[in-house]
């Protein structure tokens, strides 16, 4: 095993993603290529696969978590589930999601909650402190706000977030600026 390089339990490996040792990341994860996932993040891949794209950020106590669904006589689904997370997302500080899908170039700001019900689609963003618990697909550039989680629709797609990562891995690419509570890209 390579110095570094963050693993789960399985021996997994996250190729050319940044997974800091303080983050929590169980069961059966695939980090796309140049994916931050910051400390004290939790990915928990319990009723099935996560499958995360590449380019996403998973800021601070962000928790992503296919959870087993209860049933009525109080036991578990034991259907696995895959949730899939596309690229280009940012997930801010205290955000929860459950959903089995979740597009490309969305936000989940800060402590808001998406449900496994929920799917949100591509270009969405979901406001701080907003809560989704409905069975529902969120169109495209849907942007969610305020105590009463109103909605409406971005004019125009929200642009790939490429120069931040360009930064970022720039930064880091040099191995001696690399902190050591992070893996190795």
Not at 105 to 118: P, Q
Request: glycine content about 10%; overall charge negative; proline content about 4%.
């Amino acid at each position: 095993m390579s110095k570094g390089v963050k693993t789960t339990a399985s021996g997994q490996k996250f190729p050319g993603a940044v997974v800091c040792q303080e983050a929590t990341v169980k069961g059966d994860v695939t980090i796309g290529a140049g994916t931050v996932v910051h400390p004290k993040a939790y990915i928990h891949a319990e009723a099935g696969p996560i499958v995360i794209g590449e380019n996403n950020i998973f800021e601070e106590q962000v928790v992503i978590h296919n959870r087993l669904q209860p049933v009525a006589d109080g036991e578990s689904a034991r259907d696995p589930k895959v949730m899939v997370i596309g690229s280009n997302n940012v997930f801010e500080v205290g955000s929860h999601s459950e959903a089995l899908v979740v597009g490309d170039c969305n936000t989940l700001e800060a402590k808001c909650f998406v449900s496994r019900d929920t799917r949100v689609s591509n270009g969405c963003v979901v406001g701080a402190k907003c809560c989704l618990t409905a069975d529902e697909d969120l169109p495209e550039n849907m942007v969610v706000f305020g105590e009463q989680n109103r909605r409406r629709v971005q004019g125009e797609r929200p642009a790939v977030r490429g120069s931040c990562w360009g930064f970022f891995l720039f930064f880091f690419s040099d191995k001696s600026r690399m902190d050591k509570r992070c893996c190795e890209m």
